[in-house]
Structure formats: C-alpha cells, structure tokens
C-alpha cells in the first residue's frame, strides 16, 4: 500500500510541474512569459504590462500624466479658476477646523536628517550614510575668502539655505525661506550691482518631467536671504513653469531677464507635459522696471506634425566683456545669441546639437550646458 501512496504523490508533482508552467505562460510556446494586466493607480482599470512607450505600466512619467489627466476630466487641462477654486475651499475647511478639540499627542517618528543606504550597499550592511535631495542652485557672494565666504544652495523640495563661510570644514547652514510660498528653488542669482552683496534672485521651479516641482514665480530678498518678496510681473510668466535663468543687467538693476521652462508636479503644473492652462508661453523674458512688468524677448516653437510645440529654454547668460549680448540654451535646437552690435535686433543660432530631432525614435532632445569665460577682450563659450 505504502508503494501506491508514494507514486499518487510523484503523480501530483508531474501534474504540477506541467500545469503550472502552462498556466504562468499562458500556454505559449517556447516558454515565453505572458505579462499580466495590472491595474495603474488613477485609471480604475486595467492597461497590459506588454505595452511601450506611452502604454507601459509602472512608469513614473506615465503614472502623472494619468492622474493629471483624471483629474482634468472631462477638459484636457485643469484651468487656473479652478485650482483657485480648490484651494479656497481648503482654506474655508482649515479655517473652520482651526478651533476643534485634538485629543492625543503627536510624536515624531524617525529622525529630521534621513539615514539610507544605497540600494547596491544594502544588502552588505554597509554603514549608514546621509542621503540629500537635489541641489540644483548655486550662488556665491562676490567677495569669497577663507572665514568670509557666503554661499546659497537652492534644493528641489527644500527652499534655500546659505552658509557665511563655505569654505569652512564643516559649514553651518541656516534655511532662509521666510516669504516664499514655493520649495523648489531652480536658480539662484546674486545681484551684480549691489556692492553689499545681499540682494539675491530666486527663481523657482525645477525643470524637467517627472518629480520636478512647478513654481509661482521670481523672489528677491534684499537683506541677504532672510526674507523674500515676489517680483509682481513674474508671476503671470513662471506660474506653473520652471524659472531656468535669472540675470541682472550690470549697468541697470532694474533690467531683469528671466526664462523659462516646463516643470510636470504642482497647483497650475501639467502632468502630461502639455502647457497649463492659461500659461504663458516658454521663452526669455525682460523687465525694464524692477520686475513689476515683464515682455517676451525671444522663444522657440517646433512643429511636430500633431502640433506646434515651445521649447524649453535651459540657461541664459550674458557676456562678460558686452553685457549688452545674451547667450540662451534651448532644448533641442542649440545655442543662440541675441548682440546688437553683432546680430542687429534679431536672435542668431551659433551652435547646433547633434540631436535635434522630435521623432519617438530619435531618443529625445539634447539638453545644451554651457558657460562663458572672460579671456580679457575676449569671451570664450564651453
């Protein structure tokens, strides 16, 4: 009896040996491994795993653009009275819940410095490290020596913090956010006319998709960073956008050039790339009293084939030896100049990326870095 018993169980195993890899495979052949429908957060559906591109679960950048786009529904984009809308109704419900009775207490848990381990060292018990989120700013004051050296850094979630002595061992850093109402601080600019060095220009907005966060416009603090104020006309050209670029004429303080570029996360911020309703459009941008009122000076508009498209506009600098002359980056298209002593009152491209194409397959547009060197005379551009 005890042989029959052990060959019904070596029976079960065959059995399940075959029908379970059938059933993982979906029964096809050569072992090839069918993806399963998943569910997308914010679809209420389901969207095959064997999709690419725009139909590829998991992907952060598809994750927004879907939630944006639910949220946006029945319209295409989420306009500006709406948002408005919204936050008015949280501020009434935080207003009348200000006085409710909280029973309990709230403690922290964790520590306010986040400890992580790289995910290649973890499983090797490495020691714990400090993990950082992004610096994508940097401002120095003009005058920069040992005990005397007084830097900004601008994060993409964190505000602005500055230090008086960057060159110091250990540096003590102080956040100087009072009067900001946005995080992300995409660009930082010490005002080139100020001998004191304490006005500074935050631009805020993070360029780029998928976690960069979208700002509300251009902030200025003439006491070194302890407290901000917006700059009134930027508001209605960086409000949902990423400020890329802040420069200060210096022959005139009240000339103020800023640009600007796509950012995905945020109140008026499109999650499927597209322009948020009611935007200004990308470009470069001047002000000839202080920033209360700004024109556009110049953008860059690309037609695809399913629509005419503004191109980000990565970085802008003046030359050093003609501040009269302005260099601006834009995605995809290279390097421009604007000199009136050289190119008259137009726009002129001076250097052209390898890849400059929007075909899907040309694996995207090439982002131009550049800076510019004072050779004496003579202005050299990396």
């Not at 195993?13 to 997308?40: C, D, E, F, M, S």
């Not at 408005?84 to 309990?104: E, F």
């Not at 980056?329 to 050289?342: C, D, E, K, M, T």
Request: glycine residues 14%.
């Amino acid at each position: 009896m005890r042989w029959r018993f052990v060959l019904g169980i070596l029976l079960v195993a065959i059995v399940l040996g075959i029908v379970l890899p059938l059933t993982l495979t979906g029964g096809r052949k050569g072992g090839q491994a069918a993806t399963a429908n998943v569910p997308r957060p914010g679809t209420g559906g389901f969207v095959s795993g064997e999709g690419k591109g725009h139909g590829e679960a998991g992907s952060i950048t598809q994750i927004l653009r879907k939630a944006y786009d639910d949220r946006a529904y029945p319209a295409r984009t989420i306009a500006v009275s709406r948002a408005q809308v919204s936050r008015l109704a949280y501020l009434h419900v935080r207003a009348h819940s200000a006085g409710a009775h909280v029973s309990g207490e709230w403690k922290q848990l964790g520590s306010a410095r986040f400890r992580a381990l790289p995910s290649e060292l973890a499983l090797a018990k490495a020691r714990p490290w400090n993990a950082s989120g992004r610096l994508i700013s940097l401002a120095v004051a003009p005058v920069c020596h040992a005990g005397d050296c007084r830097l900004w850094v601008g994060t993409a979630g964190g505000g602005v913090f500055r230090t008086d002595d960057a060159l110091a061992l250990h540096p003590l850093w102080t956040a100087t956010t009072t009067g900001m109402t946005s995080s992300a601080v995409g660009v930082l600019t010490v005002d080139p006319t100020d001998p004191t060095g304490r006005t500074v220009y935050a631009g805020t907005g993070e360029l780029g998709l998928g976690d960069s966060e979208a700002g509300v416009g251009v902030f200025r603090s003439s006491d070194g960073g302890d407290t901000w104020s917006v700059l009134p006309g930027s508001v209605d050209i960086a409000r949902g956008r990423a400020v890329t670029g802040v420069l200060v004429d210096p022959r005139d303080p009240k000339t103020i050039l800023v640009s600007t570029g796509v950012s995905s996360r945020g109140t008026f911020a499109s999650g499927n790339g597209s322009s948020p309703a009611g935007a200004a459009p990308l470009g470069l941008y001047r002000s000839s009293d202080g920033g209360q009122t700004f024109t556009l000076l110049f953008k860059e508009a690309v037609d695809t084939g399913s629509g005419v498209f503004t191109l980000d506009v990565d970085q802008i600098a003046l030359d050093p030896n003609d501040p009269g002359t302005v260099y601006v980056s834009v995605s995809g298209r290279g390097l421009f100049r604007h000199s009136p002593a050289l190119d008259g009152d137009s726009f002129h491209r001076i250097f052209v990326p390898r890849n400059s194409s929007l075909s899907p397959d040309s694996g995207g547009l090439d982002r131009v870095a550049f800076a510019v060197a004072d050779l004496g005379g003579k202005t050299r551009i990396y």
